[in-house]
Structure formats: C-alpha cells, structure tokens
C-alpha cells in the first residue's frame, strides 16, 4: 500500500529483503507462535483522506460548547487564561515538540536550557530553593509529595484538608493506599481549613499536613498559623498553589513550606479538557535528592563553556529501579515550556498584573451577586473564586445558562453533601464587565 | 560567562521592557490591602524576565536551534519509537472545540469530546484485543502502576492477601520496577538466558503463591519476541497471578498479534510512542490501560460509558481503585493518537508494523559484521549490537554514540537494557527512508573504522556541536538547579 507516512517503495522493499536474506516480510514474523498469531487486519474504521478526516473531526469538535464561543465562569482547578499568542508558536517549533526525553545533552542544550529557566521560574514564583523539570498535573504532584514526607519522616499518616481540590484529593488517596500510608481529612470551618480540628488531629505521627492556597473554594489558607502547629511535631508542610496566584500572594516559601506542588495550566496551558497540563514540584534544599522525576543542572564542557544536563539521577527509576524515588519517567516536558514561555511574556510585572486582575474582577463579581441578593458563602479574601447559595440546583441553572451562551460555575454539591445549590464561581482577567454582569443579571432569581 | 554561552532568558531582560497584553481592567479597583489578609501580600516581587515579545521569539528560536528533534533528523532512540509526528495531529488537537474545553462542564455539552475518547476505546479494545480500556493514565509508567494498582485490588476482592510479589524480567524498562514499587509490591527479578528471551526454568522457580503479576515486554527491550509467551501465561495463570504486558514496543506487532491473544491480562500503551502523540522534549505522554473481564470493576473511575446515544461518565464503580489523574487523561495527546489510527486504517496500521519490522532486520544485518551482534536471529521492532569489539580498542559505546552526533544523527538507546554489555539499542520506525537508514548505517560502520584506524577521532567526539562534553560529575557534586540573580 501506498501511504504519506511510510515511504518504502516496493524496489527497496525487495533489495532489503535480499540483504536480510528472506523472501517476504512474513518470514520475520516467523518467531510469533502460530496459535497467538493475528490473522487479517483489525476490525476498525477504514482510513480516511487528510480533507475527509479534517472535516469528520472538525465536526466532532463542533458538537462541544468550547470556552472561545462561550464565556466561561468555571474553575475548579482549570482555568481559562490570557494566553499569550507567542506561546504556541514557540511550541509548534518541531526542534521542541518531536524531540525525545534529552538524554543527549550536546544535542539537546534548547530543550536543557528552557527548562533550567522553568524551574527557575517556577522557584521565584513559589519561593523555594529547588523545582523539577513538571510531574503530570497538580493531583499527581501532590501525591508525589504525600509520598515522599512518608519517606523523609518515616511516618505513615497524611493530613489533607478538606478544602483541598477533590480530585487532587482522590488521587492522593489512591497513591497512599498503594504506600500503605493512611490519608485523614481536616474538615474545614467556613472554608478554611480548620485550625482547631488541626491541632486535635495532629501528633508525632503525622508524616505531612495538606492544604491548598488559594483553597478549592478559592479563600486564602493562613499558612503562618498552620506553619507552627505542623512544624512543631516535625511533620512536614506541603502546599498546592496555583502558581498565578503567587504573582500577588506571599509564596508559601517564605512562610515556611517544605513542599509546593500544583499546576502550572493558569500559565499558557489550554483547559484541552483536563489534560494534558502541567504539574510542578518544589521543595527546599534539605530535600533535594529526594525530589520525584527529572532535575537539570547546570555545568562546564572541557572548554569551560556552560551547559546543562540532566542530573541527580540517582534518584530516577531507569538507575535506581525498584528503589527509585518515584517511577515517573515521561513528564510534561512541552507544556513546562509553555509554561515557561507565559511566565516570559507576562514577566515580572505581568504575572503581579494578572493575578491582582483577578482578585480585583471576582471581587466585583462578588459585590455584584451580593446586590443582586445572593448570600456568599464562606465570606473573605478570596483569589478568583467565591461560593454563591443558590436555590436551585447548580445543574438546572447551569443548562439554562448555556441556552445563553455561558458556562457557569462547579456545582459544589458533587463532593461536598453539605453544599448542595453552591455554585463555585471563578473570574478571571479574562472576564469583561459586560460579562460579568450579564452572567449575574442571567443568575436572576436563583439566589436562595 | 564564556563567549559562546547562550544567554538565559533572565540575563537579557532588562527593566521596564514587556511581552504581554492584558486585557482591560474594567472593573472599579479597590485597595488591594483591603482585599488580601495583612502578611499575605507578596511584597517581594519574583525575579521573572522583562523582555520584549521579538527578546522571547529570538530566544527561543534561538534554543530550538540548539535541539534535535524527528524534524530534524534521524533519531534512532531504541524502545522510544521516534516516528515521524504528524502535522494533521497537531491541527486537530487545537480545534478550539478540543483545545478549549473545560473538564468539568456539563457532560450534554462535551458529547464530541466523550465520542472521539469512546471511539479511541474502542479502537484501542480492537488493537489490544482485550475487554476495556481507560484513557486515565498520564503516560506509560502512570499506566503501569495504574494497572498494579488494578492487580492488587482483584486479589484484594478475593480475600487473597498474600500476593506481594511482582515479577520482572532483568531486561525490563525501569519504570516496571518502580511502579510495582509505587504500588505496593516486592520486585523479584527473573532471569534472560543465553538466547535473551526469559528462562523459563527461572520463572518456574520464582513464581509461586505470592506473585502478584508477571510484567512482560514483547517483544522484549532486546527487540526478541518472547516465543514461549503461552507456556509463561500459563505458568503464571497456573500459580494465580495476572500477565501485564508493557505495551511500549506494540509498534512491532500490530496485527501481527495481541496481548490479549497471547493470554495477557492487562496492558498499558504508550500513545506517545506507537500512535505519534510527539514526544515534546520528555512528555506529555498518554498511559491508557486496557484489561480483560474480570480486571473491569477495578477501573480507575469516572468509566466512560454509552447510555443509549448518550456517552456518559460512571462515576458509580464501588471497586475502583479510584481516581489515579484529575479529570480524565491527557486528552490532547488522544485527540493527536485518534487522528493517528483514524488516518492509518487497518491496512496502514499492518504496514505500520511491516515495515517498522523490515527496517530494523534490514539494519541489523548492515551492522552485523562491523558491531558483536549477541542475538542473531530475526529481530522485530528494534534490535541491540554490543560495542565489546570496539571497547578492546578503547572505543566505548558512549564515544560512538557521540561520534554519530558528528554526522547529524541522534544515537541509539545505549547501555540499555542491561543484560547486554556496551549495549546499543537501534529502532528504525516505519516512517524512515531507505536511503536514510543507509546513510546512518554507513556513518556507524565508518564508526567501526575509525575505532581501528583513528580511536581519538570517536574517543573525543563529538566534534561539531554547540557544545563538548559536559561535566556531568561537576553538575550532580554542585548542583545549580536555578538560575539566581546575582
Ligand atoms: C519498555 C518501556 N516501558 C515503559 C516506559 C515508560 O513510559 P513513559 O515514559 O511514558 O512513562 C518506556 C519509556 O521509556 C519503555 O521504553
């Protein structure tokens, strides 16, 4: 057959054949036991033309409400951003995007390079001394991180806050169940992790407390206060954080975290319907060779030139095996470039700049359901979220905002049985006025 | 800083340049003191770049020049199938209706998305030949503890708790060992004998009332076809454990045969590899795990599944081992494997293995008389020469890999697997040329040459890259991690 990705013509076909000494490509199959051998082709779609398949799935992404034809009011976890126009052309530069894992660092210094600045970046946002090179998203990085204060402190008890994101909260409990590590929630008080219940709940045997700032329902933890209380019986501080967030926040660093792990999608990263994004692992120097997946370093060739490499590996599964610090191998490697190249165009200022639009915008938003009548619940400094009482059900409401063109918010209800009708509502730079207030005007008579 | 030191990002920035355009803030502003608690106001700014937008496109252009990518050339990295990437991939991917969804809307208003991920499944199920498959695992490592995850969980539901042990070839990848570890398990190694294919008489004497799984790779990371697959399902399956199959190396059986044909229980894939999702530098990847009957419960939830015409997401799976990834799966990468498979057809997908199989044989036997050739008998996918001669002469496997950067190729997996010594792993894929894979074969015999006549030429390689070896002791003795300002 003849097909724009396979160029053997049958002439090379025959002379290879010859060289290897057989007289069909079957006989090199020769060595698959007659009775497991397949026979025929699969029972699957034929092929299609580049035209006719273009427009087939042209027409299946066209069955979604995607959030450029819409104006979207959702986020739990997933954000959608400003995301600078450069940022894809860089990655659509196939030198980055058909590269491999860069094991050959004389040929690979673009791709070493780029995420030497991505940890660096991601190092000044968070406050910590050391990043690696991305994990798979926030809930995975988050379970890493889980793992390893079992490691370090040889404890095998987790404390999660219950305003912690759900599903990053699912994937933490099926990583500990795999480590025989216990994982407790702390409730929360008027969602915020509450400090009494920590108190209470925590001892000697706690390997690391969890807690999410900006938390799930978009309040800001105080870190400080928890800080003391984790520290004192050396359990280990371990904080998800929207990076985005840290552009106007007090990094979770400078107030005494020993890990911060979380998602980098707010940075230049499409919602592409939960994945793939890109989760990011810091830590502080005392745990740097305990850190999960690929770090790069920076060095000298024999003529004193700088370059970079990958290194620490000891710690890596393809060195250590069963006894390697996590079995993660590929990472996220092109979306911690995307990452990298929004943290670059945003910069210094923007990335300050983005994050206060966001706080300013929710918080209007915020004052306008309260006008309109709505109850917030859990009232406070909050980053881009806020829970709205509604009396109805989120989903209801949110059908009938999509007949007018809107996504609204994360119906709370899914995980939390005492928030049944609370509407997680996300604003972001992205949202105009005009919207704002047409989504609340639509909202209308839902409020409780 | 050297002179011909390529500037970081941070070391051109200069204050008061910017890259961005925000949109308007036109809401009134309030004292950003009031909005945030007293102590949780950044007060120091993060030292990120200022640079113009022409500074990020220069620079980046400037490092993807300094990068080697299947683009670029010929990249014959052994057990990671750098096939030719597709550019249609990359258009669909960004149909705004697939880049631009959110996760967690309304399932009636992602019934496209729902279809292609079910559609894929279903494709998957076909090729693997086995009864369901989950798209959740982020790459092939998360699909393997994923699986292990699964295997724990069925002897769990059958009261049967003492199965803490998982079996793994030494040839195996080393993410099967971690991943059992990750999991829960003990890691007993079985033993390749002189021919590269699994001992049997060393699996009889590990296996036993406490395995878990055996983990297979097959072909094998030698590229060898484990022949006597049935007699080791069977030897496992006998002793009540589960047969994974690591799916890595699938570009050298499809349709040719199935891990569910050859009596596996449960597979991972690596989409990235076999069904072109681009490998980006390291990641991301796509994992999805497929299992057979008996395995279905245990399914990390939500399961898509088809109600009527409706796809729908089951959430109600009370012996799931739970979530393993937030949402549901790399689904960009999915998106770029469907349009694969959608493009290939049944016919393509045979080629696809044909010739991945033909171009591996046909090297095998160019090398054969300049490189040790440990297994000689008809290899599949991939195959591995050991540079022994070469390393009498003082030549190493890595100063020949370095060597062949010179002429404008990445190497071949080397020192892997570790079962052979000096080892060099080759995988050709389908997508190459006659005459490129004459050319390199060509630049590793004058390799061999060289090693006789000229050692130093190989020993100090690479001669014509930006950079020389680098000092790899230097980097983890003193380890600069990031960049500081100073
Ligand atoms: C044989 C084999 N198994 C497993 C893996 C792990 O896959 P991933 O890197 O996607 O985690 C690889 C990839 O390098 C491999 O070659």
Partial sequence: MKHRYLPMTETDKQEMLETIGVNSIDELFSDIPERVRFKGEYNIKPKKTETALMKELTQMAQKNADLRSHTSFLGAGVYDHYMPVIVDHVLSRSEFYTAYTPYQPEISQGELQAIFEFQSMICELTGMDVANSSMYDGGTALAEAAMLSAGQTRRKKVLISSAVHPEAKEVVKTYAKGQYIEVIEIPHKDGITDVAALKDMINDEIASVIVQYPNFFGRIEPLKELEEIIHAQKSLFVVSSNPLSLGALTPPGKLGADIVAGDAQPFGIPTAFGGPHCGYFAVTNKLMRKVPGRLVGQTVDEEGRRGFVLTLQAREQHIRRDKATSNICSNQALNALAASVAMTALGKNGVKEMAISNIQKAHYAKEAFKTKGFEIAFEGPSFNEFVVKLNASVKDVNKKLLEKGMIGGYDLGRDYSDLKNHMLVAVTELRTKEEIDTFVNEMGDYHA | ?486
């Fill in chain 2, 1 to 486: 800083m050297h002179k011909d030191d390529q500037a970081l990002i941070f070391e051109i920035s200069k204050p008061g340049r910017i890259g961005y355009s925000l949109p308007e803030m036109d809401v009134p502003e309030i004292d950003i003191n009031e909005l945030i608690p007293a102590g949780y106001l950044r007060e120091e700014e993060p030292e990120l770049p200022e640079v113009s937008e022409l500074d990020i496109m220069r620079h980046y252009t400037a490092l993807s020049n300094r990068n080697h990518g299947v683009d670029s050339g010929f990249y014959p990295l052994g057990s990671c199938t750098m096939k030719y990437n597709p550019k249609i991939n990359e258009n669909v991917a960004r149909y705004p209706g697939f880049a631009h969804l959110h996760p967690l809307q309304d399932e009636s208003s992602v019934q496209g998305a729902l279809e292609l991920m079910y559609d894929l499944q279903e494709h998957l199920i076909e090729i693997t030949g086995m009864d369901q498959v989950t798209l959740q695992p982020a790459a092939g490592a998360h699909g393997e503890w994923t699986a292990l995850m699964m295997v724990r969980a069925f002897h769990e539901a059958n009261g049967d708790h003492k199965r803490t042990k998982v079996l793994i070839p030494d040839s195996a990848h080393g993410t099967n060992p971690a991943s059992a570890t990750v999991a829960g398990f003990e890691t007993i190694t079985v033993k390749s004998g002189e021919n590269g294919l699994v001992d049997l008489d060393d699996l009889r004497r590990v296996v036993g009332e406490d395995t878990a799984a055996l983990m297979l790779t097959n072909p094998n990371t030698l590229g060898l076809f484990e022949e006597d697959i049935l007699e080791m399902a069977e030897i496992v399956h006998a002793a009540g454990g589960k047969l994974y199959y690591d799916g890595a190396n699938l570009n050298a059986v499809m349709s040719k045969a199935r891990p569910g044909d050859m009596g596996f229980d449960l597979v991972h894939l690596n989409l990235h590899k076999t069904f072109t999702g681009p490998h980006g530098g390291g990641g991301p990847g796509s994992g999805p795990v497929g299992v057979k009957a008996d395995l279905i419960p245990f399914l990390p939830k939500p399961v898509l599944v088809k109600q009527g015409d409706q796809f729908v997401l089951d959430y109600d799976r009370p012996q799931s081992i739970g979530r393993v990834k937030p949402y549901y799966g790399n689904f960009g990468i999915n998106v770029r494997a469907y349009t694969y498979i959608r493009t290939m057809g049944p016919d393509g997908l045979k080629a696809v293995t044909e010739y991945a199989v033909l171009n591996a044989n046909y090297m095998m036997r160019r090398l054969q008389e300049s490189y040790d050739l440990p297994f000689d008998r008809h290899c599949k996918h991939e195959f591995v020469l050991s540079g022994k001669r070469q390393k009498k002469l003082g030549v190493r496997t890595l100063d020949i890999a370095k060597r062949l950067l010179d002429f404008g190729y990445h190497p071949p997996t080397i020192y892997f697997p570790l079962n052979v010594e000096e080892c060099i792993m080759i995988e050709p894929t389908e997508t190459e040329s006659k005459e490129t894979l004459d050319a390199f074969c060509d630049a590793m015999i004058q390799i061999a040459k060289e090693a006789e006549v000229n050692p130093e030429i190989v020993q100090e390689a690479p001669h014509n890259t930006v950079i020389g070896r680098l000092d790899e002791t230097l980097a983890a003795r003193k380890p600069v991690l990031r960049y500081q300002k100073q």
